[in-house]
């Protein structure tokens, strides 16, 4: 039996600034592309459907290319690690 709860480090009341948008997107792409390259190194190829026994699946396209619904949830994964940092108390700024 799994005992394991999760614990994430609450960041709710974290408000990201409007100029990290473009950050977002560029993180979130970067997020399907690791996904992309670790799924490939194990094996996994472009199927139409997923289909863990023969390792195809159908997100591994670019980016540009996913469903909204798939690009959602590169972009929370972002979204959280951004917040996260912020609530830790950096700062991001642009060089």
Do not use: A
């Not at 199927?47 to 590169?74: A, M, V, W």
């Amino acid at each position: 039996m799994n005992k394991y709860i999760p614990n994430p480090i609450d960041t709710e009341g974290i408000k990201l600034p409007k100029e990290l948008e473009p950050l977002i997107e560029e993180m979130s792409k970067n997020v399907h592309e690791v996904w992309s390259k670790t799924r490939i190194e194990q094996g996994w190829t472009y199927g139409k459907e997923r289909n863990d026994e023969l390792k195809q699946h159908p997100c591994l396209i670019p980016y540009e290319e996913l469903s909204e619904d798939e690009k959602t949830f590169d972009r929370n994964t972002s979204i959280g690690t951004l917040k996260l940092i912020m609530k830790l108390g950096f700062r991001i700024s642009k060089e």
